[in-house]
């Protein structure tokens, strides 16, 4: 009897897709928002977290763009929560990311590395929202596939753009 071959790499097109997924899932949360309050925005939050970042795998890498100070690094789950929609006593400077009316998304990857089960991309992500302002981002991602066969984000890195 053959031993089932397990193949946990990475392919392009489902960091890809998952990067998409990123950018809906964040639309979806304004939109939650604006349906029904915090407490709604808060539940697809947390499906958001719980089905797209490596929180049950360990620490996350995580650097919201509009994050400093000592709350400039969320490596835990409270602290994305929190970056995404605010009203967390702990960290109080945080008005909720998805909260702001997002409506349109892209990405524009400058390069992605695979290897194995690690995926790893840098570029720009455009985010439109409700008056149509388009808002670009710098934007890392580093993507592990799990034992399920899922990406997971272990690594999120946003910032605006160098200006002079």
Known sequence: MASPVVNNNITE???KTAQQAWGQALID???AYTAGGQAQAEKVARQVLDAAYGYNLGAVL?????ANGNQTFRTNYDGALSYFIGNNAEYA???GFALKGWQGYDFSNASVYINGDLALTMGHVMLTDKSGNVTTVDKTWGFKKDEQGALRIVLHHSS???SQ
């Open 13 to 15: 097109a489902e960091v």
């Open 29 to 31: 949360i304004s939109a």
């Open 62 to 66: 995580f650097k919201p763009t509009l």
């Open 93 to 95: 400077n945080d008005s």
């Open 160 to 162: 605006l753009p160098y």
